[in-house]
C-alpha cells in the first residue's frame, strides 16, 4: 500500500512540475525568432504602455492571456484620432484626462511591435514592469506571444 501511495505522490509531484499552468509573455526577435525575454503575468493580464510617435502622449492597452491568446481589454491614451479600436459596442469615458476605451474583447495570436527608443515601450503586469528598450535596440522588430508553462521552466529555464 505505501508503495501505491509513494507512486501516485511521485506522478502527481512530476505533473505539478511539468503541467503548464504559469502564464507567461514572451518576447521574441521577429526576425531570428530567438527570445529575448519572458515575462511571468499577474492574474492573466498584462499592459502595454508607450509613447505614441505622432502625438508624443502616453497610451496604454490592456490585454488578458486566454488559451494561450491575447485579448485586448482596454485602450487608454490622451488625445483621440481617427482609426481608435471600437466598433460602437465599447464603453467610452474620460477619467482622470484619459480618454479610456473598455470592453474591446479584440484577439490577437500575437502583438508585432517595432521598438523605438523614443516610444519607450513597456510591458506591465501587476507592480512588475519591463522597459523593453533594455532588451531590444531601436528599430528592432520583435513580436509577443503569450503561453502558460510549467514549474520547470521557472526552476531550469
Known amino acids: 500500500m505505501k508503495k501505491i501511495i509513494v507512486f501516485l505522490l511521485a506522478i502527481l509531484g512530476v505533473t505539478v512540475v511539468f503541467l503548464p499552468i504559469i502564464p507567461v509573455l514572451t518576447v521574441y526577435d521577429q526576425h531570428s525568432n530567438n527570445v529575448l525575454l519572458a515575462f511571468r ?3 492573466n493580464t498584462f ?3 508607450w509613447i505614441h510617435s505622432v502625438e508624443l502622449e502616453p497610451w496604454q492597452e490592456t490585454f488578458q492571456l486566454r488559451k494561450g491568446r491575447l485579448v485586448l481589454q482596454e485602450t487608454r491614451f490622451k488625445a483621440y484620432g481617427a482609426g481608435m479600436p471600437t466598433n460602437g ?20 495570436d500575437s502583438l508585432p511591435i517595432s521598438i523605438s527608443k523614443v516610444s519607450g515601450y513597456q510591458l506591465i503586469s501587476g507592480e512588475k514592469v519591463v522597459n ?7 528599430g528592432q522588430k520583435i513580436v509577443i506571444k503569450g503561453n502558460r508553462v ?8
Not at 459596442?89 to 490577437?108: A, H, L, S
Open 150 to 157: 510549467g514549474l520547470w521552466s521557472l526552476i531550469y529555464p
Open 47 to 49: 499592459s502595454v504602455r
Open 41 to 43: 503575468l499577474e492574474n
Open 132 to 138: 523593453l528598450n533594455d532588451w531590444t535596440i531601436d
Open 89 to 108: 459596442k465599447e464603453e467610452i469615458f474620460v477619467e482622470n484626462g484619459w480618454i479610456i476605451i473598455r470592453g474591446i474583447n479584440r484577439t490577437y
